[in-house]
């Protein structure tokens, strides 16, 4: 059951349920991380895009060379 499409899929969902996570509890008020600031939220994301990419890749993307599409030019 490993296809680029479910790789894809998964690779976008992980992308987007921790980036959008990361930003949930910086912005929400009464979370651990309410006024942590932009180096929170960037280091957020960038492990939220690795972590997307790995995703992709262990659920049958190709190599490399392909990322989710959220994050293809």
């Known amino acids: ?3 680029v499409w479910i790789g894809e ?3 976008t969902l992980v992308l987007i349920l921790l980036g ?3 930003n ?3 912005t ?3 979370s651990y ?3 942590s600031g ?3 939220i960037a280091t957020g994301w960038a492990l939220a895009v690795l972590c997307g ?3 992709a890749q262990a659920f049958g993307s190709p190599a490399p060379t392909s990322t989710p599409p959220s994050l293809s030019p």
């Open 1 to 3: 059951m490993h296809s």
């Open 38 to 40: 932009w180096m929170v």
């Open 28 to 30: 929400l008020r009464k």
């Open 9 to 11: 899929f998964m690779g």
């Open 24 to 26: 949930a509890g910086v």
């Open 53 to 55: 990419v790995l995703v």
């Open 20 to 22: 959008d996570g990361v």
């Open 33 to 35: 991380a309410a006024d």
